[in-house]
Every structure is written in C-alpha cells, then in structure tokens.
C-alpha cells in the first residue's frame, strides 16, 4: 500500500472504543482515522476526538436516511472503510452499497445470541444475564442491510460469573474489545485492500 487507508469511524456515545481505534492507528504505516462521524451532538466522544485531532462530521437523521449528506461527506473525505464504534443506527442502502463489504460493527455479545434492533450497550448484558448464560463475548462483523446479521470476522470469549453484574460483565467485555478490535480491523483490511 503505497498511500494510507482512510478509515471514518462512526460513534453515538462514549467513544472509548473509537479513541482506542485512533491511538492504535496513530503512527500505522498504511492506515489512518481520517475523520469521526458522529450522530449526537451531546456524545462524549466529540471531546475524545478533539484531544485526539480527529475532525467531526456531525450528521442527523434527515442527512442519514433521506439524502446523501453523509455518503457525499465520506467521498469529500476519501473513506475507503468505516468502523461502527458504539453507533446505533441501522445504516442505510446507500451507504452499505457504496461501501459494501467495507463496513465494519463490533458487538458486545456471541451473535447470532444477544444481536437485533435494541440489542446494545448494557441491554445486551441484561440479556446475558437474564439467561444465565455461561460465556459473553464480542463479535466483530462486516455490516449488511440488518442489525448484527453481517458475516462474522471475529469472536472473542469470556466467561459470567454468578456474582456478576452488567458492570462487572461490561468491564470485562470492554477489555476485550479495546484489545481485538484493533487488530482484527488492521487485518481485515489487510485481507481485503
């Protein structure tokens, strides 16, 4: 790869996932975060892209599913992939043609379990608990046309303990998401550029 890979990362909350995606990105030789699409003007991950360098493309619904603001803003950019990084809306067709195969989600959960619309944050482990499921995990996938059902790259397992709650549970699913993603995107692209 002679010149870099242009990732646009798309966030909704926090953006701890999405800062620890731009640091590990940071001095790659062939990848770079080019830009941090984000969908609440009140998300904290505008602050953690600030501190980073990253600029901010702040989109609403209309610009999203009923005009191609967002998907001309990403060619204005020269996107090559996007990374899903806590975001939560569905994206639309003209997003997933343009880009297909090149969208990326990660999800706190062993999909097929624990995936769908309203299937995010601590709602997923409420559900995992609930259950009395004995493993949790993340699934890394390529985003299609419906929430979670895009091919699966990548899972990671770890265990729930009887005395777990959603925060010990969320706890031990965000370590494992700050030290795959990362990586699983680095080769996913690799794989695919």
């Known amino acids: 790869m002679t010149q870099k890979v242009r990732i646009a990362i798309f966030a909704s909350g926090s ?10 990105f940071a001095s790659h030789k062939s990848i770079k975060v080019e830009v941090a699409f984000v969908n609440n003007p009140n998300a904290a991950v505008i602050e953690r892209m600030k501190t980073c360098n990253i600029p901010i493309f702040l989109f609403n619904k ?10 001309d803003a990403l060619t204005t950019f020269s996107i090559d992939y996007i990374v899903l990084a806590g975001f939560l809306w569905l994206v639309p067709s003209n997003i997933i043609e343009s880009y297909f195969n090149r969208i990326v989600n990660i999800h706190p959960a062993l999909l097929p379990k624990f995936g769908g619309k309203g299937m995010f944050g601590n709602n997923v482990h409420e559900a995992v608990l609930k259950n009395r499921e004995s493993f949790s995990g993340i699934t ?4 299609n046309h419906e929430y979670d059902k895009g ?7 770890c265990p729930v303990l ?4 959603v925060e010990t549970l ?5 370590k494992l998401e700050y030290l795959h993603y990362p990586k699983v995107i ?8």
């Open 15 to 24: 953006g701890s996932n999405a800062q620890n995606i731009v640091q590990y």
């Open 62 to 71: 209309k610009m999203f599913y009923e005009n191609n603001d967002v998907l």
């Open 140 to 143: 890394i996938h390529e985003v």
């Open 151 to 157: 091919k699966i790259l990548f899972q990671a397992i």
């Open 162 to 165: 009887p005395e777990d709650t």
């Open 170 to 174: 969320s706890h031990r699913i965000h």
């Open 186 to 193: 680095e080769a996913w692209i690799a794989l695919n550029y």
